[in-house]
C-alpha cells in the first residue's frame, strides 16, 4: 500500500544545519505535490513547505523557515527532501512529510489536502 517515510532528524545546536528526507512508495510519487509539516509539544501540526507534482515548479514555504529551508524532490527516487539551516530552538518539533490527497494539484499548504503522512521524524535544536 501507499507509505511516507521520513530520516534525517536529530539533535543538532542552534545554527546548526539537517537535512530531512521523506520517501514514498505504493504509488504514483511524481503526480501528487508532497508537503512538510511539523509539530512541537503542545502545539497544532504547522505547515512548513511544499513542492508540486512534476518538476516541482510551485513551491511555498511558511513565513517562519522561509530563506532558510529548501524543499526539493527527485521523481526517480520517490524522494522530497528539507534542507533546513540555520536552525534556531523554535524549529523543535517533530516533522512529518504528506502526500496530496488530489494528484496534479499545487499550491496547497492546508493539511486537509493531504492524506497520507509519514510516522513523523524528531528535530531537536538546542540553544
Known amino acids: 500500500q501507499a507509505q511516507l517515510v521520513e530520516s534525517g532528524g536529530g539533535l543538532v545546536q542552534a545554527g546548526a544545519s539537517l537535512r530531512l528526507s521523506c520517501t514514498g512508495s505504493g504509488y504514483m510519487f511524481s503526480s501528487f505535490t508532497v508537503g512538510w509539516f511539523r509539530q512541537a509539544p503542545g502545539k497544532e501540526r504547522e505547515f512548513v513547505a511544499a513542492?508540486?507534482?512534476?518538476?516541482?515548479?510551485?513551491?511555498d514555504y511558511s513565513g517562519s523557515v522561509k530563506e532558510r529551508f529548501t524543499i526539493s524532490r527527485d521523481n526517480d527516487k520517490n524522494t522530497v527532501d528539507l534542507q533546513m539551516n540555520s536552525l534556531q530552538p523554535e524549529d523543535t518539533a517533530v516533522y512529518f512529510c504528506?502526500?496530496?490527497?488530489?494528484?496534479?494539484?499545487?499550491?496547497?499548504?492546508?493539511?486537509?489536502?493531504?492524506?497520507?503522512w509519514g510516522q513523523g521524524t524528531q528535530v531537536t535544536v538546542s540553544s
Open positions: 504528506a502526500k496530496a490527497r488530489i494528484q496534479f494539484r499545487s499550491r496547497i499548504t492546508q493539511d486537509r489536502d493531504f492524506n497520507l
Open positions: 513542492i508540486s507534482y512534476g518538476n516541482g515548479m510551485y513551491i
